[in-house]
Structures are given as structure tokens and as C-alpha cells.
């Protein structure tokens, strides 16, 4: 069954921890990417990557880091430097200029 | 830097009528404008793109329609039914990376 995994589904952060989010696609793509969602906000751009070992910052970058070690895997690492990480964290993957895929999304409470 | 600016943020119509969503974009080097439908709880899902040669592309009830001068790009959805309540997010890329607008949510009033 082909497709873009997150998880896990819920995750409660407590002042001052890293947390890493997981993302898995076995849909073969090049780029994957990480979005944030808040109410009103739409989607923001995190990070994204296009190739293995390889990946840029977004608009909101600050307090986030990354990792592209494999095709199929871009984990997201919140780091204790997000003053505000509460929020819908969702991953994309897409071949170039096509649909892009989502993830089912992790939402993220500090505690 | 890249921006996408989307209106309106909410829109209500009544069902059988048609709603249409406005998005503008910055970078002329943008090629590729898909729209995604997010129902509550759910993950975007893509519903209908359109590439920058083409000026308008059609699927049953949904159109969008572009204007590279201008850089606009618009969806148009006739004969809305209560399925259609949802967030819409139009979207701009050029290849790398991909730039949302901040959504619609669009209510179909019974």
C-alpha cells in the first residue's frame, strides 16, 4: 500500500525537550517537505528537500531542524529554541511540479 | 520572499449557487497551481492544477483559470452541494518548493 506516513498521530512536548516527528512516503519521490498548519495561518513552509542529504530552509525555519539521510525518511526535530510549537504539523512528498501527497499530520501540544 | 496571498478567508453560498476563490502570486518563475480541498480532520488533498501554459482547466463541477500577466489564479466551483464545505488552499511552485495561501473556508448554506 503505497503512500506518506506520520507519526505519531499525537505528541506532547514538555518546556525545554526536543521532539522528533517521523515521515515516511514509499511512493519513491524526490522532494518531501514540512508544512505547519494554525488556525487562520494556512500552510507554512518548514523546511523542504529535494534530494537525499540535501535540504532548505522555509519561512519559518527558526527552531526547527532536519534531516535527509534516506529517500523515503525526513524527520522534523522541534527543537527547545520553538517558543510557540503548538500546533498541526503535516509532511508532503511529491515528484517535481506534480500532486503533492500529505502525511496524516501530528499535532504537536506543549505541555 | 515567495508569497501567495489568498481571498477571501471564509465564503458562504448558498447550495446550487457557484463559488469562485481568488489567489495572487509573487514569483513570475512559478509554473505549477494546484488547489487541495482540507475537510475537517483530514489531510489536503489535491482537487484539480493547472500548469502555466494553459490559461483554463476544467473537471466536472471545478475550474480554475490563470493569468500569468497579471499572476492570478482563481477557482470556480457551480452548483455547490454540502460536500463541498470544506478549507480550500490554492498554491504556487516552480519547480522546488511549494508556497500555500492561507485558505478559504467555504460554507454551503442548506
Known amino acids: 500500500d503505497g503512500g506518506i506516513t506520520q507519526s505519531p498521530k499525537y505528541l506532547f512536548r514538555k518546556e525545554g525537550q526536543n521532539v522528533t516527528l517521523s515521515c515516511e512516503q514509499n511512493?519513491?519521490?524526490?522532494?518531501m517537505y514540512w508544512y505547519r498548519q494554525d488556525p487562520g495561518q494556512g500552510l507554512r513552509l518548514i523546511y523542504y528537500?529535494?534530494?537525499?542529504?540535501?535540504?532548505q530552509k522555509g519561512d519559518i525555519a527558526e527552531g526547527y531542524s532536519v534531516s535527509r539521510e534516506k529517500k523515503e525518511s525526513f524527520p522534523l526535530t522541534v527543537t527547545s529554541a520553538q517558543k510557540n510549537p503548538t500546533a498541526f504539523y503535516l509532511c508532503?512528498?511529491?515528484?517535481?511540479?506534480?500532486?503533492?501527497?500529505f502525511g496524516q499530520g501530528t499535532r504537536l501540544t506543549v505541555v | 520572499g515567495e508569497n501567495v496571498e489568498q481571498h477571501p478567508s471564509t465564503l458562504s453560498v448558498q447550495e446550487g449557487d457557484s463559488a469562485v476563490i481568488k489567489c495572487t502570486y509573487s514569483?513570475?518563475?512559478?509554473?505549477?497551481f494546484p488547489w487541495y480541498k482540507q475537510e475537517l480532520g483530514k489531510r489536503p488533498q489535491l482537487i484539480i492544477d493547472i500548469r502555466s501554459n494553459v490559461g483554463e482547466k476544467k473537471d466536472q463541477r471545478i475550474a480554475v483559470t490563470l493569468n500569468k500577466t497579471a499572476k492570478h489564479f482563481s477557482l470556480h466551483i457551480t452548483e455547490t452541494q454540502p460536500e463541498d464545505s470544506a478549507v480550500y488552499f490554492c498554491?504556487?511552485?516552480?519547480?522546488?518548493?511549494?508556497?500555500f495561501g492561507k485558505g478559504t473556508r467555504l460554507h454551503i448554506l442548506p
Open positions: 498554491a504556487a511552485s516552480r519547480g522546488d518548493k511549494i508556497i
Open positions: 528537500s529535494q534530494i537525499v542529504n540535501d535540504f
Open positions: 514569483d513570475s518563475a512559478s509554473n505549477y
Open positions: 508532503a512528498s511529491t515528484m517535481s511540479n506534480t500532486e503533492a501527497f
Open positions: 511512493l519513491n519521490h524526490d522532494a
